[in-house]
């Protein structure tokens, strides 16, 4: 008996959330969007999967519905993204289902299942229990990839055209960087004085291979920088491996978005900033010494 429900919209968010719908039993798939041109790659798992044509939150909707109804998972799981939010939310609306966002845990009972999940930007960790079934939508790295093997079937769902549809799409400025991926990411904030010294940044994450992301004021405010790069509660949630704030005052809501690092360096010219309480590396120094210095430094073991 199919016991969970997978949606996803790219490889990497269907195996992370194959690993959580395992906890709770035989799962299922419904890709959509990148995911859908990887369903054969998600069925050498050992699992059903229905390919949706598609990725708008209405098609997302209607195959979710038409499973649900016909399969009655205990459990939906997903990733917090946007496409699930919207699809999903309009699903347990309907059904007057519990939803939970950006879920960390999860323990699954006979008959309901215990989740945690932040809250108060991330500060604190609420923990609460829903009766099957309810939809739970998992940070990204917060489970593993799903390892098993075996030959799943693999279905396509049609679900007609969109009710919804869109009259005009006007494109944001975006720079194609994938601060989601990145192994290192360097946080760029108000410390910089002027948009071309963010050169500095960008010098030294081509050094360490890495992405410049931002605090919301360079992004949102300046616009120095697109808002993919933008890092938050109401930004990005990113978890690289090192992370390094320059010029960062480590606001509640820019490390709701950094907390998952592994390791997390500040540069700060004040040694009272509220990042250093949450870094596990300080270096109290003007971002305008210190900076070039270390490029230099890193310059030189390069060519070494
Ligand atoms: C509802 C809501 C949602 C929000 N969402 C987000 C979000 O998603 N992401 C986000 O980032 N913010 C968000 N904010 C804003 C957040 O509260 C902070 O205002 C913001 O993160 C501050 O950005 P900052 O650290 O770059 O700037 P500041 O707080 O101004 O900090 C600048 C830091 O640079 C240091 N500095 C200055 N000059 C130098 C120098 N020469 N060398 C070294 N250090 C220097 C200063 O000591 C200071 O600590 C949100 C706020 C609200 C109310």
Request: charged share 25%.
């Amino acid at each position: 008996m199919v016991s969970s429900l997978v949606v996803g919209g790219t490889l990497g968010e269907i195996l992370e959330s194959l690993t959580a719908a395992s906890l709770v039993g035989e799962p299922i798939v419904l890709a959509y969007g990148q995911a859908a041109a990887k369903a054969e790659e998600i069925a050498s798992r050992g699992v059903k999967v229905f390919r949706l044509n598609g990725e708008h939150p209405d098609l997302i909707f209607k195959a979710a519905k038409k499973l649900f109804e016909e399969l009655k998972p205990k459990v939906i799981i997903g990733h917090s993204t946007k496409n699930n939010r919207d699809a999903l939310s309009r699903l347990a609306g309907l059904y007057d289902l519990a939803m939970a966002t950006d879920v960390v845990k999860i323990e699954p009972g006979d008959d309901h299942i215990i989740y945690e999940r932040g809250f108060l930007s991330e500060r604190a960790i609420a923990r609460e229990k829903a009766s099957y079934p309810a939809i739970v939508l998992i940070n990204q790295k917060v489970f593993e990839p799903y390892s098993a093997q075996g030959q799943g079937e693999i279905v396509d769902i049609d679900v007609g055209t969109p009710d919804v549809q869109i009259v005009e799409i006007k494109k944001k400025q975006l720079s194609g960087i994938n601060l989601e991926e990145a192994e290192i990411i360097v946080g760029v904030g108000r410390g910089f004085k002027k948009k071309e010294d963010l050169k500095l940044a960008f010098e030294l994450a081509e050094l360490l291979g890495a992405q410049v992301g931002a605090s919301r004021p360079i992004a949102a405010d300046y616009k120095w920088l697109p808002e993919d790069a933008w890092i938050g509660i109401s930004g990005k949630r990113v978890a690289p491996k090192l992370y390094i704030a320059i010029g960062i005052s480590g606001a509640p809501q820019h490390m709701a978005g950094v907390n998952n690092s592994k390791i997390i360096v500040a540069i700060n010219k004040d040694k009272s900033a509220p990042i250093f309480k949450q870094a596990d590396y300080g270096v109290v120094a003007d971002l305008y010494q210190f900076v070039p210095v270390l490029i230099k430094k890193l310059k030189e073991r390069k060519e070494k």
